[in-house]
Nanobody, 122 residues
Framework: QVQLVESGGGLVPAVGSLRLSCAAS????????MGWFRQAPGKEREFAAA???????SYADSVKGRFTISRDNTKSTVYLQMNSLKPEDTAVYYC????????????????WGQGTQVTVSS
């Protein structure tokens, strides 16, 4: 059974930084693409960043240049380094796991963590 557990959220002032972590278990982590999504109050969940099984990355335009996704296969963990945070980055951030092995990081995303709250104060 695949499990994803996020951590690292919190309250941070604008232009500050946070690093989110997502620890995965239940399958061979290195074979699967991973993603980060976010959902702000009253809005739909949206894509933020993804990393393929081989390390290729993609980002939403809204976070490009500020956020960096990375993975450590030895720890079965994916990270999201968030810099230059803005109040509009306030959201619950979710880690997601790809359905199939050796994917490019475009989904479909079958596995989800419980989410971690990020609040950016102005």
């Amino acid at each position: 059974q695949v499990q994803l557990v996020e951590s690292g959220g919190g309250l941070v002032p604008a232009v500050g930084s946070l690093r989110l972590s997502c620890a995965a278990s239940g399958r061979t982590f290195s074979r699967y693409a991973m993603g980060w999504f976010r959902q702000a109050p009253g809005k739909e969940r949206e894509f933020a960043a993804a990393i393929s099984w081989s390390g290729g990355t993609s980002y939403a335009d809204s976070v490009k240049g500020r956020f960096t996704i990375s993975r450590d296969n030895t720890k079965s963990t994916v990270y999201l380094q968030m810099n230059s945070l803005k109040p509009e980055d306030t959201a619950v951030y979710y880690c997601a796991g790809d359905r199939s092995a050796y994917g490019l990081g475009i989904g479909p995303w079958d596995y989800w963590g419980q989410g971690t709250q990020v609040t950016v104060s102005s």
